[in-house]
């Protein structure tokens, strides 16, 4: 029956001038084996056929992967070449330790990578690369450059409101928020945000800050994106911060206990606050907010020898992300104890390829593909 069901749908197919998904099989038995091809062939398969391109693209094909849970995550860090600022996106499977380079993304080619921000709607599997500078010229840009994982493909979206570099975002309840960051002059310390929605695809004012930084870290915790500039040396002053209240659309003061123990890059999971410290061993911190201090986490150590800065940091079901210069990946499986409460970390290294060592993190992402 199942042969006859197939021929079937075959001859229909052709009489209305529709390729079949996999000839011989029903289309709903091809869907489901071109729903279980992983990141990236799904999107490399499009090129295999007309029928195909037209499945995988299908809104629809993205809510079955969702339904299904064959969506998994993977870590997509910018990266650029020391010796010549050159651009280059790679995908991280954590699984299989395996690489993939990304398409270019569509900005000029004197950019100034660091000056870039990023962030990521993870679980529609979109990244958004914001602002920048243009190295030749030195002035920020307003670009909004978006990858989509179930194509693997680049677009150009909505300019920002306000050209910015080296600013904070955060996914704040689905939406972009787009923090400070410096404008057209040098000094030129911006205080406006702005708020990218996804649903309508348009840039929209927020509260502006009380204050510009200096420079930026930023997290999302619950409903507010915590936003810092951190300790910088010779640790004279103490470092300016805010938090920006979603609900309320309106900025405070951060607390003491967490502007002033904030010494490292931040990394958010299960809802709760990590920094990794950027002094001597890069310990591992977690923020109580309960008693507004940092305690340390217990452990490994994290693997300063096989780590060189500058880092990039993500997190994701339980798990840290480190990318060193040369695209080395420390992976800390972070856990609860049962006696005391306290947090511990477990660390394991991936040693990039030999052809990553001119490469520099400047910042990743997670994506679920």
């Not at 099989?25 to 007309?50: F, T, W």
């Not at 990858?147 to 493909?153: A, C, G, P, V, W």
């Not at 040369?326 to 006696?339: C, H, Q, R, T």
Request: proline letters at 8%.
């Amino acid at each position: 029956m199942a042969d006859l069901s197939g021929n079937k749908e075959e001859k229909a197919g052709e009489k209305h001038g529709v390729e079949p998904l996999i000839p011989g099989l029903p289309d709903e038995v091809a869907e489901l084996c071109l729903l279980y091809l992983p990141y990236p062939h799904q999107a490399l398969a499009r090129s295999v056929s007309s029928s195909w391109n037209r499945a995988i693209t299908d809104p629809a094909f993205l809510v079955s992967k969702r339904s299904l849970s064959l969506s998994l995550p993977y870590m997509f860090v910018l990266a650029f070449h020391k010796s010549t600022a050159r651009i280059q996106w790679q995908a991280l499977d954590p699984r299989s330790s395996r690489w993939f380079v990304l398409p270019p993304m569509p900005c000029p080619k004197t950019v100034c990578p660091p000056a870039f921000a990023c962030a990521s709607l993870p679980r529609q599997g979109r990244l958004l690369v914001l602002g920048g500078m243009r190295s030749d010229t030195e002035t920020s840009m307003d670009s909004t450059f978006i990858y989509r994982s179930s194509t693997n493909q680049w677009s150009t979206g909505p300019p920002m409101l306000t050209p910015r570099s080296f600013f904070a975002t955060g996914n704040v309840k689905g939406k972009i928020v787009a923090v400070g960051g410096s404008g057209s002059g040098t000094g030129d310390a911006i205080t406006a945000v702005e708020c990218y929605s996804p649903e309508s695809g348009r840039w929209g004012p927020a509260a502006k800050m009380r204050t510009g930084l200096a420079r930026y870290d930023s997290a999302v915790v619950g409903n507010r994106m915590y936003v810092t500039e951190g300790w910088t040396w010779p640790f004279m002053f103490s470092p300016r911060a805010g938090v920006y209240d979603a609900d309320r659309d309106t900025w405070q003061e951060m607390s003491n206990g967490m502007r002033e123990g904030w010494t490292g890059l931040s990394v958010v999971l299960d809802g709760r606050l990590f920094v990794i410290s950027e002094h001597g061993d890069c310990p591992m911190k977690v923020y109580a907010p309960d008693l507004d201090t940092w305690e340390y986490v217990g452990g490994d150590r994290f693997p300063r020898e096989a780590m060189q800065r500058p880092f990039a940091v993500n997190g994701v079901e339980g798990r840290v992300y480190v990318v060193s210069c040369g695209l080395n990946v420390a992976i800390g499986s972070v856990y609860e104890e049962a006696d005391d409460g306290g947090f511990c970390v477990k660390w394991q290294v991936l040693v990039a390829p030999k052809a990553f060592q001119d490469l520099a993190p400047s910042n990743c992402q997670v994506l679920y593909a």
